[in-house]
């Protein structure tokens, strides 16, 4: 059977891969394994629960809690909630599991379900591959006041907003004009009312979730609406999140975007400022602009590199105790107050450094250049090869040496395709566009089914 887990849950079309049955089998395998595993210290456990504005969610979370609760846990139903607003409430209360229903920026007809055990962090590979193994399995129902009891608790939903705006400290963002895009999703319940609390005037848009609309055309990956919003209501900035809040992009008071590289390359020289910069060190993927890598060098900042995937640098960082990292996509990671991406605490923080500063956003994202980055995706490849082949290695090699250190190479497999992902970054988009090519063509001729695609 192949493997359910990716690299953020179990994620699919709702009602085709992603049935009420699976989330009902996967809550109870969860409760199981976690149980088992002593993640409950032997007592009656508490989950809480939470989902973001898909109409699927509506049924997919009914169905994670009867799972739960049939299986003698009892569930805290907080509804709509971004995904770092769960993870929280889940570490905050000490709570033994945490289940959201989301999809993140994916269409509306996929869904998603994310597990977090104590503490707000997500399971590790182990636990989810035991959980798999375990859906079909016969087992002993709990009966009588054994089962679990579910309820519903929106009281949490404003300690999370609370907990946003209470981490700027004393700052204010009184005077900051600041739109924000909600993407029709869970940010709509929080962001809004955590930026107002630390008096910014906000106009919302993309706020008026039907449960169809959800990055319809809006928030972090379809940023225009944003773009266009800040240029005719004369914002200082501009602030779009994904369909579940883990994510942020910024636009400044021109429409130009700053992207989630940008928005690290600022927090950190302001933690580092502040002296809350960990080991003075910031950590992305392999994926950030070599440019951050660049700014952040120029300022006595160290760069630790990791995987694609907001899990691994959460790893990096907790096992290096560093307090800030993030992905180019906006998923930025400030460990001081939170256990996973959060976009709306991004946004607030960037807010606050402009408010801070008094320099504008386009200023303070101008301490990185962004090098030129050429992305070309070689489909049906053997990708075992591709990473093995020496003749792609000697091509990668020369292209290196050619850049020297005003660029760099990256051959990437995919994780669940037949693909390698070729990344050039130069300091003419036409350089790096010619490289990125060349080298496409020779993984495709090498070690390729069918050609590539760019």
Not at 18 to 38: M, P, Q, R, Y
Not at 262 to 285: R, S
Not at 393 to 407: F, K, S
Request: hydrophobic letters at 45%.
């Amino acid at each position: 059977m192949a493997r359910l887990f990716g690299t953020d849950g179990v994620r699919g079309v709702a009602n085709v891969d992603l049935t009420a049955d699976l989330a009902l089998k996967l809550s109870v395998a969860a409760a199981h394994v976690l149980g088992e595993a002593g993640a409950f210290d032997g007592r009656r456990a508490v989950a809480i629960v939470g989902r973001d504005t898909r109409i699927s969610g509506e049924f997919l979370q009914a169905a994670v809690m009867s799972g739960l609760a049939s299986a003698g846990v009892d569930v805290i139903d907080v509804g709509v909630i971004p995904t770092p607003g769960l993870a929280y409430l889940v570490e905050s209360r000490g709570v033994d599991l945490g289940v959201m229903l989301s999809a993140s920026h994916n269409p509306m007809p996929d869904n998603g379900i994310k597990f977090f055990q104590r503490g707000g962090v997500k399971l590790d590979d182990r636990i989810e591959d035991a959980i798999q193994e375990r859906l079909d399995e016969q087992w002993v129902r709990p009966i009588g006041a054994d089962v679990g009891h579910i309820r519903r608790d929106d009281s949490l939903l404003e300690c999370y907003i609370e907990h946003l705006a209470d981490s700027l400290g004393e700052q204010s963002l009184a005077g900051l004009r600041i739109v924000l895009d909600c993407a029709n999703g869970a940010s709509s319940v929080t962001a809004q009312r955590a930026f107002e609390l630390r008096d910014a005037e906000v106009i919302a848009i993309s706020c008026v979730p039907d449960g169809l609309n959800i990055n319809e055309g809006c928030g972090s990956t379809h940023i225009g609406a944003l773009r266009s919003a800040v240029v005719d209501e004369h914002a200082d900035l501009g602030l779009a999140f994904d369909g579940d809040a883990d994510r942020c992009q910024a636009v400044d008071a021109k429409g130009e975007v700053v992207d989630g590289d940008q928005i690290m390359a600022i927090l950190a020289l302001d933690l580092q400022e502040h002296g809350k910069l960990a080991f003075n060190t910031l950590v992305a993927t392999v994926m950030s602009n070599l440019g951050l890598i660049k700014a952040m060098r120029a300022n006595g900042i160290t760069v630790d590199t990791t995987k694609v995937g907001d899990r691994y640098v959460l790893e990096d960082m907790v096992a290096h105790g560093f307090t800030l990292g993030g992905e180019q996509s906006g998923h930025v990671i400030m460990s001081e107050f939170a256990t996973t991406g959060d976009g709306v605490l991004t946004g607030l923080h960037v807010a606050a450094r402009v408010g801070q500063t008094g320099r504008p956003l386009a200023q303070l994202a101008s301490v990185m250049k962004r090098l030129p980055q050429a992305l070309v995706n070689v489909s049906q490849v053997d990708k075992a090869r591709a990473e093995e082949d020496m003749v792609i290695l000697n091509e990668v090699t020369a292209a290196t040496r050619e850049l020297a250190d005003n660029g760099r190479v990256l051959l990437r497999p995919s994780g669940t395709e037949p693909l390698v992902r070729v990344m050039v970054e130069a300091e003419s988009q036409t350089h790096a566009d010619q490289i990125a090519n060349r080298l496409a063509a020779v993984v495709a001729n090498r070690v390729g089914l069918s050609g590539f695609h760019g």
